[in-house]
């Protein structure tokens, strides 16, 4: 859940200057080749052609044993199962027998449950794995308050019961079901977990009246935080639980009040984004330590009855770091203990500034974070048109995440998620004014980045069937299965004449059979997962993007060459080989609908260990050294 949906600003385009990068490994002195003159020799590549890749592409089975593979290997799907796929609609109305987690299904408005279900996620996993993905990340799936002001929890962030799955989405053996059949195809299942807040139920009786039902002040006003000084003076809220809901919560002890805050509403800043609600949602006391207690046996308990191989953490930042130095080895350590060897944890910290991300998996002992911090250079890059040395700049400070269970390749990489909306909406949304033509080239050239870069890429349910959207939050949360959603049906699809309102398992899509090859490409080069990245090109304008990734038993590098520039662009690098090998070259033969761009061609030569590169306008090129 991401309580912020600022967009980063833009900054200015700094001023003009050639970047040379030197490079211990790969002797690296860069500069654009003024002119195409060439005595340089041609190489005869053995190309991998994209029409090979679709004969015997790599999947999940062709990949280490989940039980012994490492997060590099990784390709992630994150999905919202209940925008997904309806596989038992018997369980859309939720509960039978509680109501307060019944009901709340309307598949005309987005901010109700619309059907998906754990069963249906089942039925496509055969969707996924000819996707080429290897872990399935979904959003949270314990049993939520159905209704709360603001429409339903069907996103499954507002959580009563951290022991059972909502209804909604199906019973806890359905759940195991799922994740026996994941794993029979060597899939990992990735959990969405909360431990800040739980749903809304406790309310401040100077806010809410003696029985917490009434609003005393006035509207548009909010129950005003009152500060830790405030709160040791006297001057604090008394907390109430409205009757019939005293029992609510489970565990137990979860519904006394004294595990809670209590101080009132979070303006996101300072103190207060650690103590303060959400928008009335109980935040949770986590420097009690029998809170840290509690919270660490609740997850015990999940990872014994369900055996996922990891936790995406939510709203990481609004909890304090004691919390996560405590509870992140203590999970990891117990899922050890059952036989998970590698299992994993990211956290959802929403921040661009890797001294603060890392500062989550250096003192927090957290393995991992959500790179936000690539996710907004993908938007001054690709959307924004700055130079290219903001990745250069990002990737500078890869060294931030570095110690005993943490690295940049360990990092998860994204363009685009159900709070901030997708990429392909950012771009649409661009003052730039982009074509359809050039939306797809830009969008499909940041997913190509989020495999290629260093970090492990996940895919946004739907990007893979050129979803838009029309913002963040629920705008970008569509359905796969035929949606009954207006807004949602109005919208354009990239690369498709389909709308919302079809049924978008489209195996044929382009995007689909595009991000399949990545994927692909991904699991048959060990280097582009594990080697170190060191960047070999930038400028401070768009244009050429270079790196190198090579591993440390083999000192062979890749290089991964990206072009942001809409016109062709030539780049002169220090080579590493006598041949190269041609792993893939993108363009406009991918993708049909990509035309309208004069994207040019691409070429690669060698001579007396240079290398020549011309890439076509928004692309990209994988080499390897021979
Ligand atoms: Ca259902
Ligand atoms: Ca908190
Ligand atoms: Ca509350
Ligand atoms: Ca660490």
């Known amino acids: 859940m991401l309580i912020l949906s600022i967009r980063p600003k833009r ?27 060439e005595s340089a020799t041609p190489l005869t590549p053995s190309v991998v052609k994209t029409s090979d890749v679709n004969v015997s592409r790599k999947t999940a089975k062709d990949l280490l044993p989940y039980q012994q593979r490492p997060i590099e290997d990784e390709v992630f799907y994150f999905v919202m199962p209940d925008r997904f796929n309806n596989g038992d609609t018997s369980n859309d109305h939720g509960s039978t027998t509680k109501p307060i987690s019944a009901g709340g299904f309307d598949k ?11 069963q249906g996620l089942e039925q496509k996993l055969p969707y996924l794995k000819e996707l080429g993905i290897s872990a399935i990340w979904l959003t949270p799936i314990l049993r939520n308050r159905t209704i709360q002001e603001g429409g339903a929890g069907y996103h499954g962030y507002w959580v009563l019961d951290f022991t059972e799955i909502d209804p909604h989405l199906g ?41 917490g039902l009434q609003w005393l002040k006035a509207a548009g006003e909010t129950c005003q935080y009152k500060s830790l000084a405030q709160v040791a003076s006297g001057d604090s ?60 046996d609740i997850f015990q308990s999940i990872i014994s009855e369900f055996k996922p191989d990891g936790f995406r953490i939510d709203t990481v930042k609004h909890v304090n770091m004691e919390f996560w130095s405590e509870f992140s080895p203590a999970l990891v350590n117990h899922a050890a203990s059952i036989g998970i060897a590698e299992f994993f944890m990211f956290g959802e910290v929403y921040s661009g500034d890797s001294k603060e991300l890392s500062s989550y998996t250096t003192v927090g002992n957290m393995q991992s974070v959500l790179d ?34 943490s690295n940049a390749n360990q990092l998860l990489n994204f363009t685009g998620n159900h709070d901030m909306g997708r990429f392909a909406h950012m771009l649409a949304k ?54 009954l959603v207006a807004s949602y049906n109005e919208d354009n699809v990239l690369a498709t004449n389909k709308t919302t309102a079809d049924d978008n398992f489209d195996l044929s899509h382009p995007f689909y059979k595009l991000f399949g090859q990545y994927s692909h490409i991904y699991y048959s080069y060990p ?13 401070d304008s768009a244009g050429i993007f270079a790196i190198s990734r090579t591993l440390a038993d083999n000192n062979k590098a890749h290089i991964v060459v990206f072009n942001t520039a809409t016109s062709q662009q030539q780049v002169m690098l220090n080579g590493d080989g006598d041949s190269y090998n041609v792993l893939y070259q993108s363009g406009k033969a991918n993708i049909e609908h990509g035309s309208g761009i004069e994207s040019g061609g691409h070429s690669m030569k060698v001579k007396n260990n240079k290398l020549s590169i011309t890439v076509p306008a928004l692309s990209f090129a994988i080499y390897q050294a021979q």
């Open 237 to 296: 809220y008394t907390p109430v639980i409205p009757q019939g809901l005293e029992n609510v919560k489970v565990p137990a002890w979860l519904n006394d009040p004294k595990y809670y805050h209590n101080q009132g509403e979070t303006t996101y800043q300072g103190e207060n984004s650690i103590y303060g609600d959400f928008a009335g949602l109980d935040d949770i006391n986590t420097d009690d330590p029998e809170v840290v207690k509690g919270m660490i």
């Open 372 to 405: 936000f911090g690539l996710a907004f250079t993908l938007q001054h890059t690709l959307i924004d048109q700055q130079g290219t040395d903001k990745l250069g700049q990002l990737f500078a400070n890869d060294s931030d995440y570095l110690d005993h269970n």
């Open 171 to 211: 019973s806890n053996q359905d759940l195991i079901s799922f994740i026996n059949a994941a794993h029979k195809d060597n899939i990992k299942v990735f959990f969405d977990i909360i431990t800040n807040h739980t749903a809304d139920v406790i309310k401040p009786k100077e806010c809410y009246g003696k029985d």
């Open 430 to 483: 661009s003052e730039y004014n982009y074509s359809e033509a050039e939306i797809i080239q830009r969008n499909l050239l940041a997913h190509a980045m989020v495999y290629f870069l260093r970090g492990v890429p996940i895919i946004y349910y739907g990007d893979e069937q050129g979803f838009i959207g029309k913002g963040g939050d629920q705008d970008s949360r569509q359905n796969m299965m035929p949606s």
């Open 108 to 118: 005309t408005d987005k901010s109700m449950y619309h059907g998906g279900d754990i």
């Open 527 to 539: 280097a582009l997962r594990n080697g170190v990245q060191q960047t070999l090109y930038q400028q």
């Open 11 to 37: 900054s200015m385009l700094l001023s003009r200057y050639l970047f040379i990068w030197l490079s211990a490994t790969l002797c690296v002195a860069c500069s654009p080749e003024p002119s195409t003159k």
